[in-house]
């Protein structure tokens, strides 16, 4: 009976997640066990530091990765939206789960976005959805805030907060979708790269996980997903430059959305495209080339050097 030690950040969020992937690696391979090791990585350790302020790419998956290196575990179950978009030597993005809702939400105390007076505060800890946010409502203010979801969402009960935004399949997969006050549009708030998705990382020269994992993937997931990280791959943004982007994989063709932004709203650039699902990769590069010759790559160097 094969051993597997799957590994996963320790907050409820994540365990929830690793969790319904535990459950479909049992119901696919009864004889397996499954084992789950809590890693506390650098981005847990720095809560207090605003996420365009941490020091590099990666600080929620680094020491996950680390233990997939020295062999402590035989998988990591990631947020994908927290993962660069390249993988370390030694390791593969090896399959995803099938996609949740990939929208942001808004939790407040009643009133949707646009019922808001001007002037509330606003909660998120993310650029992208800042910088979306003030392209909407100019009249809002910004608040950065970290923490797990639960922590945030005390916030705005306490009234520290008129309202936090915090992706919709978080809030599913915690079972708080009651509290959801708006499902905000895509047109308005397109997501983070693979926002929705888990993503399941291995070492390259395991023999037995690649199966295992390819029994997982979720197909048009995948095929999405490796759009939208070709896209943010190609662009060359960082952790702080405002980027989005989301692939829909309908039967024959693949859509890929893309969103770069400069620092405060001032310019929001988008752009999409079509094509096969086969050329996923190839569709995310050249939807990033055309966003370059719109002017992506000086917003994003601008909000590097600020």
């Known amino acids: 009976m094969r051993r597997v030690v799957v590994g996963t950040r320790a907050s409820r969020l994540a365990l929830a997640q690793t969790q319904s992937v535990i459950d479909q690696m049992k119901a696919r391979f009864p004889e397996m066990q499954v ?3 809590r890693i506390t990585t650098g981005g847990d350790r720095l809560r207090d530091v605003p996420l365009d302020r941490l020091p590099t790419v990666g600080v929620f998956v680094k020491e996950l990765e680390a233990a997939l290196l020295d062999d402590s575990i035989d998988l990591a179950v990631h947020s994908l939206k927290d993962m660069p978009s390249s993988t370390p030597p030694g390791l593969s993005l090896a399959g995803v789960t099938a996609r949740l809702d990939p929208r942001d939400v808004l939790v407040s105390q009643g009133d949707e ?3 808001l007076a001007a002037g509330c505060l606003i909660g998120t800890g993310s650029p ?3 910088v979306q946010l003030l392209n909407c409502r100019a009249d809002l203010r910004v608040q950065p805030v ?3 979801v639960d922590t945030r969402l005390k916030k705005v009960a ?9 992706a919709a399949a978080a809030m599913v997969r915690l079972g708080w979708e009651d509290k959801i006050t708006e499902y905000l549009p895509e047109d308005d708030f397109l997501p983070a790269v693979g926002q929705g998705a888990l993503g399941m990382e291995i070492r390259v020269e395991d ?3 690649p199966e295992m994992v390819a029994a997982l993937n979720h197909r048009a997931t995948w095929c999405s997903v490796l759009a ?3 896209f943010l791959r190609h662009l060359g943004g960082g952790c702080r430059a405002p980027i989005a982007a989301l692939g829909e994989a309908v039967g024959d063709t693949l859509t890929l959305q893309g969103m770069v932004a400069g620092p405060a709203s001032r310019t929001v650039l988008r752009g999409s495209i079509d ?3 086969v050329d996923a990769e190839a569709l995310g590069a050249e939807l990033a080339h055309r966003m370059q010759e719109m002017g992506a790559a000086e917003l994003i160097a601008e909000v590097e050097a600020s």
Request: aromatic share 0%; hydrophobic share 35%.
């Open 128 to 130: 992208r959805r800042a």
């Open 146 to 148: 970290r923490g797990n």
């Open 207 to 209: 023999r037995e996980m």
């Open 275 to 277: 094509g096969s699902p």
């Open 35 to 37: 084992i789950l090791a």
């Open 158 to 166: 306490s009234g520290e907060l008129d309202g936090v935004i915090v």
């Open 228 to 230: 939208e990280r070709s």
């Open 113 to 115: 976005l646009h019922q």
